[in-house]
């Protein structure tokens, strides 16, 4: 039997992983610049979590969850996002009470859902999320927002656009909601089974269903732009303007939903405008979700936030030709000639690394010639070459793989050498 990686799920190979570790360390320094603290919730919640927060009327939630039964009979969810675990640990762990407000968390990790898989989706991706949970300061969501775009600035992405909308507060919510119902209602059998059902429990859901997105009602809809009332109106007002404050384009479109239930007034994505990019053009998306901690018992706790998948990262640098810096190469390869050299040159290996200086040997008995060959492929900067004369010597021969320089050196000496060469 032949065992391959699950549907949806993929290896990163060491020749990938150079990448992922150069663009997990953007987010980490963007976020101390932006002052996030990392925090690193469990892979797995209770499922009603999710059905809670995210919304039980959500694609998520019905059918893209990993759910499981564990031995206590308990019903466990593989977490599909991360907003809701980080507003569970803020009640749970009372950061509400944490003198500095807002508390601004971000996280990278694994998140599971059961797609179709396609380019850029996947059932298992890695997602940089950050959330400012506390404050309903506008200023913030400009933040937030600036704070995404800067990681993909940094991995070099040009071709990005931002786009925006108001989601309004629950009042407009409601008269919203009235509207979307008169509007469907009558035409509803039209529809997939999912969005009838969706009429009664959450209209707005429709909006964004993957079935009937083509359906002429769906573009004709009453938007919501036109039921927001003078605050939320205002608040939009004032985020557009902070994200003015800081040169930061963007575009209003009123379609803008989200496909989770817990957003209220400010939603926002960022998509890849790069022709080489595929069908999927979401890079990033987040929103304002001001009920949330309330919502699991908890205190009135404003919340903004982002997430976005850095394999969709990795296919946007991809698709508009941006590298990373080179993987630095071995400093040195040590080759050993003959049964005396291998213990000192043992030795020596970790009194290199012990100096800091990046060593490796061979470990399959190879010939003088073939560890040379390693020596090359690896691109060591160095070859430290011993042998049974120079063992009795107490020196090696050091080779400069730039230039074939050639030097005995003895072996007391050797670390000093080697850092004015490496330096050099
Ligand atoms: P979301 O829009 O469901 O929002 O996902 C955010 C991002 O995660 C997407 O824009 C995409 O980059 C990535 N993503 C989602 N599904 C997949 C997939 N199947 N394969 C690859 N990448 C994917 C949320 O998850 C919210 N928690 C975001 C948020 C944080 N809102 C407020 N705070």
Redesign the pocket.
């Known amino acids: 039997m032949k065992f391959k990686v699950p549907r949806g799920t993929q290896d990163i190979l060491p020749s990938e992983t150079w990448k992922w570790q150069q663009v997990e360390k953007i987010i980490d320094e963007l976020c101390d610049l932006y002052r996030y603290k990392e925090i690193r919730t469990p892979i797995f919640e209770q499922t009603e979590l999710f059905q809670r927060l995210v919304g039980d009327t959500t694609d ?1 939630v019905q059918k893209e969850m990993y759910t499981f039964t564990d031995k206590g009979d308990r019903s466990l969810t593989l977490r599909p ?3 809701a675990p980080v507003v569970r640990s803020f009640v749970e762990n009372k950061m509400f009470g944490y003198p500095d407000q807002p508390v601004k968390l971000y996280y990278t990790g694994p998140m599971f ?1 059961y ?1 179709r898989q396609q380019a ?4 298992q ?1 890695v ?1 940089f ?1 950050a ?1 400012a949970i506390g404050s309903a300061d506008p200023a913030i969501d400009a933040e937030v927002i600036a704070l995404a775009l800067d990681v993909y600035k940094r991995a070099g992405l040009k071709h990005l656009k931002l786009v925006l909308n108001s989601l309004g507060d629950t009042e407009c919510r409601t008269a919203h909601r009235k509207a979307l119902v008169a509007h469907f209602g009558p035409h509803i059998g039209e529809f997939c089974a999912d969005c009838q059902s969706r009429l009664e429990k959450n209209p707005l859901r429709i909006l964004d269903c993957k079935v009937d997105h083509g359906h002429p009602l769906i573009a004709s809809a009453p938007s919501l732009a036109d039921y927001l009332n003078e605050e939320s109106a205002r608040y939009f007002e004032d985020v557009k303007s902070y994200l003015d404050n800081l040169g930061i384009e963007y575009e209003v479109d009123a379609n803008l939903v ?3 239930d817990y957003y209220n007034h400010t939603a926002f ?1 960022i998509m890849s405008t790069s022709d080489g990019f595929g069908a999927i053009t ?6 304002r ?1 001001n009920g949330l901690a309330e919502e699991i018992g908890g205190p009135s706790a404003p919340g ?6 850095i ?2 990262l990795l296919l946007a640098m991809e698709a508009e030709g941006k590298t990373f810096q080179e993987e630095p190469a071995l400093d040195v390869y040590i080759v050993t000639l003959g049964e005396q050299a291998r213990q000192p040159g043992f030795k020596l290996l970790g009194e290199l690394r012990a100096a800091g200086i990046r060593s490796e040997m061979d470990y399959m008995d190879r010939k003088m010639k073939a560890q040379m060959k390693s020596a090359d492929r690896l691109q060591a900067r160095m070859v430290v070459l011993l042998g049974e004369d120079e063992v009795a010597e107490g020196v090696v021969q050091l080779k400069n793989m730039a230039n074939g320089e050639q030097v005995k050196v003895p072996v007391a000496e050797l670390i000093e050498k080697m850092k004015e060469t490496l330096l050099g």
């Open positions: 998520v996002e991360g907003t859902r797609e850029g989706r996947y059932r991706f997602q999320g959330e989200r496909g989770l994505e979401t890079l990033c998306g987040g929103g979700y903004i936030g982002f997430a976005m998948s394999e969709r």
